[in-house]
């Protein structure tokens, strides 16, 4: 009798299976968000790049992990996906992208018209990434970003494929054509601005176009190359945040620290090379679909990636150490500079239209941003694990060329 019971209480527990298991719903896994509630009264958010970096090279801004834990990443499903929405969208994983989609990008095939000159709107001369705002024929706005005079071929270029990237791995991107023109396609505005150097905006000229293009450098057929960025539709909201939750915003739910698809930046950011994460770089605008307005968070601009800088071939250091490191600033003192990083003795060749970008010393575990933004600092190995995952589905016929 006692064999018999002792049996029956083995086989119940063999049936009943373990008692802390998932319970999966029919719709699990979830692959939205929830629908956009709609949003109203967002204003415009300005940043600072200087504040943004020194806060996060001799601060802690954001929530992070605790000494006695770990803060799991928030707005994935059951199985660790980021949910799609206004930050993410599935694509190259989900769904292979044909190659001539991935070169496309986030293009629709809709290049600033060149019929009649661009209206300029704005001259951006003494900013760190200095540009020209202009409306094509049709009224549609363009940013339009140039290469260093001395590295022809190599920011536009980097822009481009990064971009293109960024949007495979799911990520919302503006459209980035490569557009060439001459001084003749640009006309002064009655309403553009040149922008001094303590940010004033004065009445335009011709001759404030003429004193930008004089920084540029000219092709062979006495063209301009650059990148044009088409303004998204909608209403232009200020930069992203990297810390905290939109407080205009309802659909805005999980600290941007946490997020899972800002946490793998970590990954993709050593793929590309793009050292400096910042939220100028970034833009969130108001749009609208299905008769419902909502915020949606662009990256914006890539310059500074896959070798490139903003004005300059990216540094040697960026990518192996912080902007600052008073620790490793310390050491390099004690040690009279004897020893020197394998990374400090690479020669990197002198190619067209290439910046500092190598191999053989890189180690993506040891992957360094210019600052330690929160959502980098706390990526977790499961948000690497998801992010690697996303690497791997492009094969070397993926890669952009």
Not at 63 to 77: D, Q
Not at 226 to 254: E, H, M, Q, W, Y
Request: charge should be neutral.
């Amino acid at each position: 009798m006692k064999r018999t019971a002792i049996l029956t209480f083995i086989a119940g527990l063999m049936l009943a299976g373990p008692s802390h298991a998932q319970n999966f719903f029919p719709d699990d896994p979830l692959q939205k968000e929830l629908p956009p509630v709609n949003t109203r009264g967002a204003s415009y958010r300005a940043t600072s790049d200087a504040w943004d970096a020194f806060t996060n090279l001799f601060g802690k801004p954001g929530e992070r992990h605790p000494a006695s834990g770990v803060i799991p990443s928030m707005g994935v499903n059951t199985l660790g996906e980021p949910l799609e929405g206004p930050w993410y969208v599935a694509r190259h994983a989900k769904n292979r992208m044909t190659a001539e989609q991935l070169t496309r990008g986030p293009g629709r095939g809709s290049p600033p018209s060149q019929d009649k000159p661009w209206q300029v709107l704005r001259v951006k001369r003494y900013d760190a990434r200095p540009g020209l705002l202009v409306a094509d024929s049709k009224n549609q706005f363009y940013l339009i970003r140039f290469d260093p005079s001395n590295r022809p071929e190599m920011s536009t270029g980097a822009t481009v494929v990064a971009a293109n990237v960024y949007h495979a791995l799911g990520y919302w991107v503006p459209e980035n054509y490569i557009v060439e023109f001459r001084r003749s396609d640009l006309k002064a505005s009655p309403e553009g601005k040149d922008i001094n150097a303590v940010g004033e905006a004065n009445k335009l000229l011709e001759e404030d176009i003429d004193l930008f293009l004089a920084q540029a450098s000219l092709n062979k057929e006495g063209r301009y190359r650059v990148v044009a960025t088409k303004v998204p539709a909608g209403k232009p909201l200020g930069p992203i945040s990297f810390i905290g939750t939109r407080n205009d915003d309802p659909n805005d739910l999980f600290p941007h620290e946490h997020r899972r698809e800002l946490r793998a930046l970590s990954v993709f950011c050593a793929w590309l090379g793009q050292n400096w994460i910042k939220p100028s770089a970034t833009l969130d605008f108001l749009v609208e679909e299905n008769g419902v307005s909502y915020i949606r968070h662009f990256f914006a601009d890539f310059f500074a990636s896959m070798g490139s800088g903003w004005q300059r071939a990216k540094e040697a250091r960026e990518g192996n150490e912080l902007l600052y490191d008073r620790d490793r600033g310390f050491r390099n003192f004690r040690g009279f500079g004897i020893y020197s990083p394998p990374w400090q003795r690479v020669s990197f060749p002198s190619i067209r239209g290439t910046g500092r970008f190598e191999y053989e010393t890189f180690d993506p575990r040891l992957w360094t941003p210019n600052t330690n933004l929160a959502p980098l600092v706390n990526a977790l190995p499961d948000d690497k694990y998801w992010a690697a995952k996303q690497v791997m589905t492009f094969t070397d016929d993926d890669i952009p060329r």
